[in-house]
């Protein structure tokens, strides 16, 4: 074998060792491609699982809520009705002024009870997370903290989607954990919620200019945060938590807007 040939045999090894070598490159490539796209897909997968099983958990609770409702205007509210005629008509037939005020003074209390049974039977039934859309079920928050007059409460929204009932369960509960520890521990004056919609994403910005404090304090690590985090979490979402010793406090919650089914 002359100089040449062997230069060429030299030659077409290192192609066939750099072809050999590319090909092994390129299929590492594609197999740690396909590798991440599954995992991706099992981590898609995986949340619309649990977005689906919280909603399935909402629902349930709203049909048990339903029926304890349905129970309690049913059963319990008759018998207090019949319990408030019957003491109705004692204090009617009796003639002692004493005995008539003891049966009013009941009469009174199975009143009062009533209407108690009653609004708790209506609250029950009322199915407001399916029925409202969560810039309603906000503001009637933000109006409940104004009747208070500890304070206000405001809502800007700039667009919001229509939900699912895990995600306006999710979103409405956090929403309302916020406004209580701001009215409990901050002493603040001034409560301000907003929302943004854009790019297939919703956020919900919830302020208050209280006293504040340091997030990163073990004792400021509380199950509230961790609720807010596992919910964020189930929708798919992330949420920033922003404040320092006298400047308030911020809470920003960003969650991917996935399309309602008819």
């Known amino acids: 074998m002359g100089q040449t040939e062997i230069r060429i045999f030299i030659i077409l090894t290192g192609i066939i060792v750099l072809v050999f070598v590319a090909g092994i ?8 491609q396909r590798r991440l796209q599954h995992e991706q897909e099992k981590k898609q997968i995986n949340e619309q699982h649990q977005i689906d099983l919280l909603n399935t958990q909402v629902v349930s609770q709203q049909e048990t809520m339903q029926h304890i409702g349905h129970e309690i205007h049913d059963s319990l509210a008759q ?9 109705n008509r004692l204090e009617f037939e009796t003639s002692s002024s004493e005995e008539k005020l003891k049966l009013s003074g009941i009469s009174k209390i199975l009143q009062d009870s009533l209407l108690e049974i009653r609004q708790l039977s209506q609250t029950l039934t009322e199915n407001r997370l399916q029925k409202d859309d969560l810039e309603e079920l906000i503001r009637i928050e933000c109006e409940q903290v104004n009747a208070t007059g500890i304070c ?12 699912s009932i895990a ?27 907003r929302s943004d919609h854009r790019d297939e994403q ?13 997030p990163d304090k073990p004792e400021h690590k509380g199950i509230g945060l ?18 320092h010793p006298g400047s308030g406090v911020q809470l920003t919650l ?8 008819n």
């Open 25 to 32: 490159i390129l299929f590492l490539f594609q197999y740690r």
């Open 202 to 214: 919703l956020s919900l910005i919830l302020e208050d200019d209280g006293k504040g404090f340091e």
């Open 79 to 87: 018998k207090l009705t019949l319990a408030s005629i019957y003491t």
């Open 152 to 163: 206000s409460a405001s809502f800007e929204m700039n667009g919001l989607p229509p939900l």
């Open 226 to 243: 961790d609720s807010i985090r596992r919910r964020i979490q189930v929708l798919g979402g992330h949420y920033h938590l922003k404040s």
């Open 167 to 193: 995600a306006k369960s999710s979103l409405l509960r956090i929403v309302q954990e916020f406004i209580q520890n701001s009215i409990k521990h901050s002493g603040c004056k001034r409560i301000i919620l």
């Open 254 to 261: 960003t969650i991917p807007v996935i399309p309602v089914k």
